[in-house]
């Protein structure tokens, strides 16, 4: 019943940008803080960036300056604008509800130097 999907990932050169979506179904969307979290091969899964249901956000220190994240909750969708990307940025990108085992597919980002 509950949905996300991820979209937006590519292969980008490194200084490039990518815009990641989120669009969620079968939740009360408004109500959830969102993240957006990364896995590399052989690393742990990070947190990167998270929204409240009002808009305020944090980062992890690797991101913060080059990546914004922000909601449309009319849409239910939440978005991370990357830029200034790094080759140590590539990675699986999930979005996640916060509190809920809720995840995406995930969308692979490929930075190449």
């Known amino acids: 019943q509950v949905q996300l999907v991820e979209s937006g990932g590519g292969l980008v050169q490194a200084g490039g940008s990518l815009r990641l979506s989120c669009a969620a179904s079968?939740?009360?969307?408004?109500?959830?803080?969102m993240g957006w979290y990364r896995q590399a091969p052989g690393k742990q899964r990070e947190l990167v960036a998270g929204?409240?249901?009002?808009?305020?956000?944090k980062y992890a220190d690797s991101v913060r300056g080059r990546f914004t994240i922000s909601r449309d909750n009319a849409k239910n969708t939440v978005y991370l604008q990357m830029s200034s990307l790094k080759p140590e940025d590539t990675a699986v990108y999930y979005c996640?509800?916060?509190?809920?085992?809720?995840w995406g597919q995930g969308t692979q980002v490929t930075v190449s130097s």
């Open positions: 996640k509800a916060e509190n809920r085992d809720y």
């Open positions: 079968g939740i009360i969307f408004r109500l959830f803080a």
């Open positions: 929204i409240s249901g009002v808009g305020n956000t």
